[in-house]
């Protein structure tokens, strides 16, 4: 079992950055890749951004790319999303996610086995 706990949420004016964090324990070696998503009322979770476990491959969907920057200290089993210039379309439950095998493109929900309980992003216009 992967335990995952997000922090780091908050309220922000647009323009505004904030920086997530999800540390994972237990069963922590031999990730293959880490996810951020995140859910708005009323829709579908959806992707954000996704970092593999060894080596350098990131992931961002078209919304956010050239703003937020994931990153991970394996050390210590954590990974990170630096929000930078939000908007209120940012607004989101976000969570992370742990896939421990390659099981589908990192875009889906559905490639992931682990997830966290979220942390709420609030960006004020």
């Known amino acids: 079992q992967v335990q995952l706990v997000e922090s780091g949420g908050g309220l922000v004016q647009a323009g505004g950055s904030l920086r997530l964090s999800c540390a994972a324990s237990?069963?922590?070696?031999?990730?293959?890749?880490m996810g951020w998503f995140r859910q708005a009322p009323g829709k579908e979770r959806e992707f954000v951004s996704a970092?593999?476990?060894?080596?350098?491959?990131?992931y961002y969907a078209d919304s956010v790319k050239g703003r937020f920057t994931i990153s991970r200290d394996n050390a210590n089993n954590t990974v990170y999303l630096q929000m930078n210039t939000l908007k209120p379309e940012d607004t989101a439950v976000y969570y992370c996610?742990?896939?421990?095998?390659?099981?589908?493109?990192?875009?889906?929900?559905?490639?992931?086995?682990?997830w966290g309980q979220g942390t709420q992003v609030t960006v004020s216009s």
């Open positions: 996610a742990v896939a421990q095998y390659l099981r589908g493109s990192y875009y889906y929900t559905s490639s992931y086995e682990y």
């Open positions: 970092i593999r476990w060894g080596g350098t491959s990131t």
């Open positions: 237990g069963r922590t070696f031999n990730f293959y890749r």
